[in-house]
């Protein structure tokens, strides 16, 4: 009984998997609701080896079976934007090769910088028209591929934020473990 007033009581405040969908699609104007997120992350093991990580959300959760970690091979030092390059450029190649469906978003963790060089992975691969975002860490700001003069900022409370910054922590988790 508890547990059930608890969550009528707070159901607004929690609102289900379609909804948070639906805003995010509002949020990021994107075609349709996502049902597939693949998020990217790259990180500096001590400075000197570069990993990239891809988590995936789908439908609602986090999807570990689908999870990536991938040993950056082509970039010398440390280069996000090249690293961001070169992970997209594997990851999307593969899904030509083997004919399955793209992600309904690629997210990225990064800024301007990596979401332009995931961009020019995907343009190199003849992919265009894919849903493509970054997350911008201390600001939590959200780009959106083709509409960066205009970013998104969430409120702090907001669910959808909430849903972005999860999947992106995942991702960095992800990637240093």
Not at 60 to 74: L, M, P, W
Not at 151 to 169: A, E, K, N
Request: hydrophobic share 40%; with cysteine.
């Amino acid at each position: 009984n508890a547990k059930q007033s608890y969550d009528q009581r707070f159901r607004v405040m929690k609102p289900n998997t379609k909804a948070i969908q639906e805003a995010l699609q509002d949020a990021l104007t994107l075609p349709e609701p996502p049902r597939r997120i693949e998020c990217f992350d790259i990180s500096h093991i001590q400075g000197s080896e570069t990993v990239a990580s891809m988590v995936v959300w789908e439908e609602g959760e986090i999807k570990k079976s689908d999870y990536r970690k991938f040993i950056i091979r082509t970039v010398a030092g440390v280069d996000d934007f090249a690293s961001v390059r070169e992970v997209v450029t594997r990851r999307y190649q593969r899904i030509q090769k083997e004919n399955q469906p793209m992600p309904s978003l690629v997210l990225i963790d990064g800024g301007l910088g990596q979401l332009h060089a995931a961009a020019e992975a995907l343009e190199a691969l003849g992919i265009i028209n894919q849903p493509l975002a970054s997350i911008a860490k201390r600001e939590e700001i959200i780009y959106v591929y083709g509409q960066e003069n205009e970013p998104v900022v969430l409120d702090h409370h907001s669910p959808v934020l909430h849903l972005v910054q999860l999947i992106r922590d995942e991702a960095h988790r992800f990637a240093v473990t």
